[in-house]
């Protein structure tokens, strides 16, 4: 069989009956796609339900519980099996759902990290996810595109693609499009062919989609594990440490009641039980489970956001964020360029005052000719929309009105052209783009080559360029600084003149003085030439554009929130210094009137480096690698960095990067692979409110523990102080496990939704080397669980000693309700509870309300009397209970303003 490498275009659009103009119509790739099934990979990541229920059920606690069901069903206490086995249920129910919710929760967020791919479908170009791809499509590739399935390359414009997921080959092979008739060639030397997984480094092409899914190399190996990975974060590992403390601690203490129980003469079973009940309320098995189903929890609520969490770890680290490094333009700008000076030899235009009405978009009606003052300027517009990869397009709804499609910088000129009458349809035909030399910001430029009109006629612009005899002209666009050193000439009243001094200082000049205002500047020039070859040098200047980019009106309130919060924002920015600190200055990102250069960081080293990061807040005309270099300079200041990026060599920064932060809109696929966290709407204040969303789900992990401990504290202490005030058992095993498993688990829950505190992003970030338990947050802890467990005795052993029949259902009654009233007041944090609203939470009142009910029901029905051996309490009693709650409660609110008034104190 010839292999679709062996074959010509020809032969494999003919064989995969599609056509490369128009690609499939979309009925029939909705065939394709219900015949050959989704483009995925399968995946071996996520949880079916049945695992989930399955690791429930085996849980070593679950397990322990079993066989102490069945032990007590052998020793003829068959109420206890069959309550044992309910309260098993029970809580697998519990846990379950929980964990259900959050593996869906990571599968959404699995779906959504699939990437876009531009296809051609029915004459258009389409953007669909790459899981709807099927063979036959064409799907249009560029740098930092990720191969979206295995296809033949059947356009090449430079392209390459770096295909070491399947070779192990790291420099990116130049891709072809002829036919190669060699027989069994491997992987790696089919270069007319693309392969899922890989990635495209630069230039751009055209694949037509040969096999998708599991039918591609990749998927024969299926060795990409993509989407959002999950391992321990630094919480669930420090957790998972304590647990194991915590539940050696809890064995010995287990031992102890035990031996003092035997002591005492208590009966063996009743200890056996009582053993294995506290073992299993000790033992907080539980903490680790609970930080993943609250990240994955916080990642759901902060894709409402916009903020898509890729790796599970962020959205903890995201509250830890000291520094937010960001990219000026579409992050912190709107990235709607508009085209308003033009700056040719002797000569500016502004548009917004030669323009009635002036807006951003463009009517058929106001294109106007008469704009073309000089011939320079002419030359100027139709240059920068040739250089140009932009379309421009009717709008569907307002017939005659024209906006760009493509890069926003590039569109800007696009519809600058055309507003002066030079449509760049009509420019294209006369001028065929026959060489190019993509974009990059390194270079910070861009070439085409244009065979010149058989007839120049018609287009008396190009009479604007003198000399003109030759077959070939190039036009070169980009950065002003950068341009003019490939230049020799400057085109001045229709002469190219030599490029001296005196013309670089005031080309220099306009441009600062343009800079300075915040616009974008580039610069245009040609070169003639004989052959469709780049050659970037000896260009003629034509001349400047400026474009503005207003701040997004949303970034004001969030760089203020960041600072507020102890997060620095800073800009690194490919543009114009002047541009980049009057934008920063407008922002509030600086107060300085100079940004440090990419220049000047080359030549730095790396302990200057680290001094310069510490008070500079705005880097411009930065590589890609000088983001790497900045990372690292921050991290070993102690900083925790969030870094934003968008182009294909931002991925290394990004990976290094405590969050690295990719764009959603303008961003390239390879830079969202190395990203923890994707911006859906590209905004900077997106990053702010996922920091503070990650603090709030910090928060309430904090808050979770000091509930669950708090409750498990209180009961050892009940079990472990009655013997030695002479009392029997305090609590029965059936109790204890109804506290641990059923009353505890609601309010617990419902501490995952509670709203951020309201100094949340006032106060400074925790360092996410400080453990769970700093700022206090461990004796706060212990000593709730001693008032607790302190109250409840106290109750247990007045109601024992004045002889109360009730006394254990008392001192079973006051554990619980004290924990509602811990719940109810350690909620908000620090603040009080009055504060922000007793009922501000209504999960978690109906959580509190539902397990009073529930205990109510315990002590009151008389069936339910019958297996947890309680008994009615008179209203009196109960009140005691009732009051041993608020008790609690009141402590709680008292230790939180003592903390406040503390805190005030603090320099
Ligand atoms: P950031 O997004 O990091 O704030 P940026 O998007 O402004 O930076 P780049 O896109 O790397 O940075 O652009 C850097 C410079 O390259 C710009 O200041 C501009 O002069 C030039 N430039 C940008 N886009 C183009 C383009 N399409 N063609 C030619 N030159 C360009």
């Known amino acids: 069989m010839n292999h679709w490498y062996q074959k010509t275009i020809h032969e494999v659009e003919q064989e995969l009956g599609t056509s490369i103009e128009t690609g499939l119509s979309p009925s029939e790739a909705g065939q394709r796609l219900a015949r050959f099934g989704p483009n995925e990979l399968i995946d071996r990541g996520g949880k079916s339900p049945w695992k989930i229920l399955l690791e429930q059920l085996t849980g070593i606690l679950t397990i322990v519980l079993i066989v102490a069901a069945v032990i007590s069903y052998f020793l003829g206490d068959v109420k206890d099996f069959l309550?044992?086995?309910?309260?098993?249920?029970?809580?697998?129910?519990?846990?379950?759902?929980?964990?259900?919710?959050?593996?869906?929760?990571?599968?959404?967020?699995?779906?959504?990290?699939?990437?876009?791919?531009?296809?051609?479908?029915?004459?258009?170009?389409?953007?669909?996810?790459?899981?709807?791809?099927?063979?036959?499509?064409?799907?249009?590739?560029?740098?930092?595109?990720?191969?979206?399935?295995?296809?033949?390359?059947?356009?090449?414009?430079?392209?390459?693609?770096?295909?070491?997921?399947?070779?192990?080959?790291?420099?990116?092979?130049?891709?072809?499009?002829?036919?190669?008739?060699?027989?069994?060639?491997?992987?790696?030397?089919?270069?007319?062919?693309?392969?899922?997984?890989?990635?495209?480094?630069?230039?751009?092409?055209?694949?037509?989609?040969?096999?998708?899914?599991?039918?591609?190399?990749?998927?024969?190996?299926?060795?990409?594990?993509?989407?959002?990975?999950?391992?321990?974060?630094?919480?669930?590992?420090?957790?998972?440490?304590?647990?194991?403390?915590?539940?050696?601690?809890?064995?010995?203490?287990?031992?102890?009641?035990?031996?003092?129980?035997?002591?005492?003469?208590?009966?063996?079973?009743?200890?056996?039980?009582?053993?294995?009940?506290?073992?299993?309320a000790a033992v907080p098995e539980g903490l680790p489970t609970v930080v993943t189903i609250g990240l994955a929890l916080g990642a759901q609520a902060m894709l409402k956001r916009n903020a898509l969490i890729r790796k599970l770890p962020a959205v903890e680290t995201l509250g830890s964020v000291t520094v937010i490094c960001s990219d000026k333009t579409g992050t912190l700008t709107e990235n709607r360029m508009t085209v308003t000076i033009l700056d040719v030899a002797n000569h500016r235009l502004d548009l917004k005052e030669e323009v009635q009405n002036f807006s951003p978009r463009l009517r058929t009606t106001e294109a106007n000719p008469g704009l073309i003052k000089s011939r320079e300027v002419g030359l100027l517009l139709a240059a920068g929309a040739l250089c140009n990869d932009a379309l421009l397009e009717e709008d569907e709804q307002e017939p005659g009105v024209y906006h760009s499609v493509g890069d926003p910088t590039e569109g800007a000129l696009v519809i600058?052209?055309?507003?002066?009458?030079?449509?760049?349809?009509?420019?294209?035909?006369?001028?065929?783009?026959?060489?190019?030399?993509?974009?990059?910001?390194?270079?910070?430029?861009?070439?085409?080559?244009?065979?010149?009109?058989?007839?120049?006629?018609?287009?008396?612009?190009?009479?604007?360029?003198?000399?003109?005899g030759q077959p070939?002209?190039?036009?070169?666009?980009?950065?002003?600084?950068?341009?003019?050193?490939?230049?020799?000439?400057?085109?001045?009243?229709?002469?190219?003149?030599?490029?001296?001094?005196?013309?670089?200082?005031?080309?220099?000049?306009?441009?600062?003085?343009?800079?300075?205002?915040?616009?974008?500047?580039?610069?245009?020039?040609?070169?003639?030439?004989?052959?469709?070859?780049?050659?970037?040098k000896g260009l003629v200047f034509v001349g400047m554009v400026a474009m503005i980019d207003p701040a997004r009106p949303e970034v004001y309130d969030a760089v203020r929130t960041a600072k507020t919060a102890?997060?620095?924002?800073?800009?690194?920015?490919?543009?114009?210094?002047?541009?980049?600190?009057?934008?920063?200055?407008?922002?509030d990102i600086t107060r300085d009137d100079r940004a440090v250069t990419g220049q000047e960081l080359s030549v730095m080293d790396e302990a200057t480096l680290r001094e310069v990061v510490k008070t500079t807040s705005v880097f411009a005309r930065v590589s890609p690698e000088h983001k790497l270099r900045i990372v690292e300079a921050l991290q070993a200041n102690g900083e925790v960095v969030a870094m934003t990026g968008d182009g294909v060599n931002d991925a290394p920064a990004l990976k290094r990067a405590d969050i690295g932060v990719a764009m959603g809109i303008t961003g390239t696929d390879v830079t969202k692979e190395a990203a923890h966290m994707v911006l859906l709407d590209d905004n900077f204040a997106t990053i702010v409110a996922a920091v503070r969303e990650g603090r709030r789900i910090y928060d309430n992990?904090?808050?979770?523990?000091?509930?669950?401990?708090?409750?498990?504290?209180?009961e050892i202490v009940v079990m472990l102080v009655a013997p030695f005030l002479g009392m029997p058992l305090p609590l029965l095993p059936l109790q204890i496990l109804w506290i641990n498993l059923v009353t505890d688990g609601l309010p617990g829950l419902a501490l995952t939704v509670e709203k951020a505190e309201r100094n949340v992003m006032k106060r400074p970030p925790y360092h996410p080397r400080e453990g769970v338990f700093s700022r206090g947050m461990g004796r706060s802890t212990l000593l709730t669980g001693f008032i607790l467990g302190g109250v409840s005795i106290a109750v247990a052993y007045w109601a024992w000693m004045t002889g109360q029949e009730a006394w254990r259902t008392m001192a079973f009654t006051t554990l619980t309700l004290t924990q509602m009233g811990n719940v109810m007041a350690l909620r908000t944090g620090n603040e009080s509870v009055f504060r922000s609203g007793l009922f501000s939470n209504r999960w978690l009142i109906g959580a509190v309300l539902l397990t009073v009910g529930l205990q109510v029901l315990v002590v009151y029905q008389p069936f339910m009397q019958g297996i947890f051996e309680t008994e009615a309490l008179t209203l009196e009693q109960f009140g005691v209970t009732a009051a041993a709650s608020l008790l609690v409660f009141a402590f709680v609110e008292l230790e939180k303003a003592l903390f406040r008034r503390a805190d005030m104190r603090q320099p």
Not at 135 to 145: I, K, Q, R, T, W
Not at 422 to 440: H, S
Not at 456 to 463: D, N, R
Not at 701 to 714: A, P, Q, V
């Open 83 to 280: 309550v044992i086995l309910a309260i098993v249920v029970l809580n697998t129910l519990l846990g379950f759902s929980q964990e259900y919710r959050a593996e869906k929760a990571l599968a959404a967020l699995k779906k959504m990290a699939t990437p876009h791919v531009r296809v051609r479908r029915g004459g258009h170009v389409h953007e669909i996810s790459a899981r709807d791809l099927v063979p036959g499509d064409v799907v249009l590739l560029e740098a930092g595109s990720i191969v979206p399935a295995d296809g033949r390359i059947v356009e090449s414009v430079n392209l390459r693609i770096q295909e070491a997921v399947l070779t192990g080959e790291s420099e990116p092979v130049e891709k072809t499009t002829g036919a190669i008739s060699r027989d069994n060639l491997p992987v790696g030397d089919r270069r007319n062919c693309g392969f899922m997984g890989t990635l495209v480094t630069y230039g751009r092409g055209t694949l037509l989609i040969t096999s998708t899914g599991m039918q591609t190399e990749l998927g024969r190996i299926a060795e990409l594990i993509q989407g959002v990975t999950q391992e321990p974060t630094p919480m669930q590992r420090r957790l998972e440490q304590l647990a194991r403390t915590l539940a050696v601690g809890a064995l010995i203490i287990v031992v102890i009641v035990f031996v003092l129980g035997f002591l005492r003469g208590e009966e063996l079973r009743l200890l056996f039980l009582t053993a294995i009940s506290m073992a299993v």
């Open 416 to 468: 600058a052209a055309a507003r002066a009458g030079l449509w760049k349809n009509e420019l294209e035909a006369a001028l065929p783009r026959v060489a190019e030399l993509p974009f990059d910001s390194e270079r910070k430029r861009m070439t085409t080559v244009h065979r010149w009109p058989a007839q120049p006629a018609g287009l008396s612009l190009l009479e604007a360029v003198p000399g003109a």
């Open 472 to 536: 070939l002209i190039a036009f070169t666009k980009g950065a002003v600084d950068g341009i003019l050193e490939i230049c020799d000439r400057v085109l001045v009243d229709g002469q190219a003149v030599a490029l001296d001094e005196a013309w670089r200082d005031r080309i220099r000049q306009a441009n600062n003085e343009l800079a300075q205002k915040g616009m974008r500047v580039l610069g245009v020039a040609y070169r003639l030439s004989e052959q469709a070859e780049v050659q970037e």
């Open 566 to 587: 102890g997060v620095r924002p800073i800009m690194i920015t490919g543009d114009h210094p002047l541009t980049a600190i009057s934008i920063a200055r407008e922002l």
């Open 701 to 714: 992990i904090r808050k979770f523990i000091k509930y669950t401990l708090g409750s498990n504290i209180g």
